[in-house]
């Protein structure tokens, strides 16, 4: 019996009929099929990537509807609304061009990363927060004091992204697109204008760590961090994509303000309103030039090109933040009393009483939870064991508490 002759296992061809063909175990395939099934299996590979983005589909709003969603939640700081509003929506833009395939042009949007300044409490951290809950992005806030150089005990500067990467579930796509939030990024400034001689491991050396990040740079993450497991598989991701948002106190950097604006004139023509205002808020004329003398280093402010400033919060923003937002303090309070089934009522003298506190101790609006912490936690603790189903929370009863607490042996600042 004649022995049959060579032929392809998947669609039947001769061994004459094709340039190769690739001897198997019990069968044999062509160039033809090979080619074919290379592409069947890049288009299910796509199909799953496509697939793998569904729970992270981008929310993409107008700046006007980006701030009206802020103001829903943040009471004030209109200058620093806008900016975020702008660089977000033309950050998420870019992100759509860069999908895009029928693009025409061949112009190159960069990313717009924003550094935030302002004094503690004022909601520097809130406003990213809020962002990151419209657009339905990854979002991961992380702080810069815990970073060293390479090398040194201390997290590097990767790890930023694999915080990132928990957040969503280790989706690299998602990942890719999404927003950090570097807080304290003031406290791994240099000690002096001067480059220093001596190793400074947790400051000039970070920001020199993280340029390549804030660039857009393929970079290699250790997926539980790189300390505990250094035998781990690197993943790589591209930070082209990734908005980051810094946000630091810059404690002193008024005065470096003051020196440049020069608040102090002297003559009979001086505006001496115009004068005090400025004093009050000088963080308002806040630029990269400040920053540079602040310490942070010319490379990482080049890729930082979006600064705007979050003003000092009065007694009337304060007294908003406690009533008006959405997550206000006394909403939140008479919240916790209603599910133990206690109305809570909280009378007007309190409030004032609250902001005047916060005012004196200059605490921001941080500083208010702290203070209905310590006027409320008594009746938090016997309440719910009582059959009282109101409480009203009034001048006497607020003042005794406070003055029995903690915070009333803080020193005025």
Same mark, same amino acid.
């Given at each position: 019996?004649?022995?049959?002759?060579?032929?392809?296992?998947?669609?039947?061809?001769?061994?004459?009929?094709?340039?190769?063909?690739?001897?198997?175990?019990?069968?044999?395939?062509?160039?033809?099929?090979?080619?074919?099934?290379?592409?069947?299996?890049?288009?299910?590979?796509?199909?799953?990537?496509?697939?793998?983005?569904?729970?992270?589909?981008?929310?993409?709003?107008?700046?006007?509807?980006?701030?009206?969603?802020?103001?829903?939640?943040?009471?004030?700081?209109?200058?620093?609304?806008?900016?975020?509003?702008?660089?977000?929506?033309?950050?998420?833009?870019?992100?759509?061009?860069?999908?895009?395939?029928?693009?025409?042009?061949?112009?190159?949007?960069?990313?717009?990363?924003?550094?935030?300044?302002?004094?503690?409490?004022?909601?520097?951290?809130?406003?990213?927060?809020?962002?990151?809950?419209?657009?339905?992005?990854?979002?991961?806030?992380?702080?810069?004091?815990?970073?060293?150089?390479?090398?040194?005990?201390?997290?590097?500067?990767?790890?930023?992204?694999?915080?990132?990467?928990?957040?969503?579930?280790?989706?690299?796509?998602?990942?890719?697109?999404?927003?950090?939030? @570097?807080?304290? +990024?003031?406290?791994? *400034?240099?000690? !002096?204008?001067?480059?220093? #001689?001596? =190793?400074? %491991?947790?400051?000039?050396?970070?920001?020199?760590?993280?340029?390549?990040?804030?660039?857009?740079?393929?970079?290699?993450?250790?997926?539980?961090?790189?300390?505990?497991?250094?035998?781990?598989?690197?993943?790589?991701?591209?930070?082209?994509? @990734?908005?980051? +948002?810094?946000?630091? *106190?810059?404690? !002193?950097?008024?005065?470096? #303000?003051? =020196?440049? %604006?020069?608040?102090?004139?002297?003559?009979?023509?001086?505006?001496?309103?115009?004068?005090?205002?400025?004093?009050?808020?000088?963080?308002?004329?806040?630029?990269?030039?400040?920053?540079?003398?602040?310490?942070?280093?010319?490379?990482?402010?080049?890729?930082?090109?979006?600064?705007?400033?979050?003003?000092?919060?009065?007694?009337?923003?304060? =007294?908003?933040?406690?009533?008006?937002?959405?997550?206000?303090?006394?909403?939140?309070?008479?919240?916790?009393?209603?599910?133990?089934?206690?109305?809570?009522?909280?009378?007007?003298?309190?409030?004032?009483?609250?902001?005047?506190?916060?005012?004196?101790?200059?605490?921001?609006?941080?500083?208010?939870?702290?203070?209905?912490?310590?006027?409320?936690?008594?009746?938090?603790?016997?309440?719910?064991?009582?059959?009282?189903?109101?409480?009203?929370?009034?001048?006497?009863?607020a003042r005794r508490k406070f003055d029995t607490s903690k915070m009333s042996l803080l020193k005025v600042a």
């Open positions: 019996m004649a022995k049959s002759p060579l032929h392809c296992s998947f669609c039947g061809r001769n061994r004459d009929e094709v340039k190769i063909l690739i001897a198997g175990q019990e069968g044999h395939i062509c160039e033809n099929c090979v080619d074919h099934a290379r592409e069947i299996i890049e288009q299910e590979l796509t199909v799953k990537e496509e697939k793998s983005n569904t729970s992270f589909k981008l929310t993409v709003k107008k700046p006007m509807e980006i701030k009206k969603f802020l103001d829903e939640y943040i009471i004030g700081q209109d200058e620093a609304k806008k900016v975020l509003s702008v660089a977000v929506y033309n950050h998420f833009k870019r992100l759509q061009q860069k999908s895009s395939e029928a693009m025409a042009s061949d112009v190159d949007i960069e990313k717009s990363n924003i550094v935030m300044v302002g004094e503690t409490g004022t909601g520097k951290t809130l406003l990213a927060k809020t962002i990151a809950k419209l657009l339905n992005v990854p979002f991961t806030i992380v702080d810069a004091t815990v970073f060293t150089e390479a090398g040194y005990v201390g997290e590097d500067v990767e790890s930023i992204l694999t915080r990132l990467l928990q957040v969503c579930n280790y989706d690299i796509p998602a990942a890719e697109r999404g927003i950090v939030y @570097i807080d304290e +990024i003031d406290k791994i *400034a240099r000690k !002096g204008d001067n480059p220093s #001689i001596t =190793r400074d %491991v947790s400051g000039e050396g970070v920001q020199q760590g993280m340029l390549k990040l804030l660039e857009g740079t393929d970079v290699l993450v250790p997926p539980q961090g790189g300390r505990k497991h250094p035998e781990q598989k690197l993943i790589k991701i591209n930070t082209q994509n @990734i908005l980051f +948002i810094c946000g630091g *106190a810059f404690d !002193g950097i008024d005065k470096v #303000i003051a =020196r440049r %604006v020069q608040t102090n004139t002297i003559g009979f023509n001086v505006d001496k309103e115009l004068q005090d205002s400025m004093k009050r808020n000088l963080l308002q004329y806040v630029n990269a030039q400040d920053l540079k003398t602040f310490g942070l280093i010319p490379e990482l402010l080049g890729r930082l090109p979006v600064v705007t400033h979050l003003d000092p919060l009065d007694a009337s923003t304060l =007294r908003q933040i406690l009533t008006v937002p959405k997550n206000a303090l006394v909403k939140q309070y008479t919240k916790l009393f209603e599910l133990e089934g206690i109305q809570l009522t909280i009378e007007e003298e309190v409030l004032e009483f609250m902001v005047a506190k916060a005012m004196e101790f200059k605490l921001g609006a941080r500083g208010l939870r702290s203070i209905c912490e310590s006027m409320l936690t008594d009746a938090m603790y016997e309440l719910p064991s009582s059959d009282i189903k109101s409480f009203t929370l009034d001048i006497d009863y």
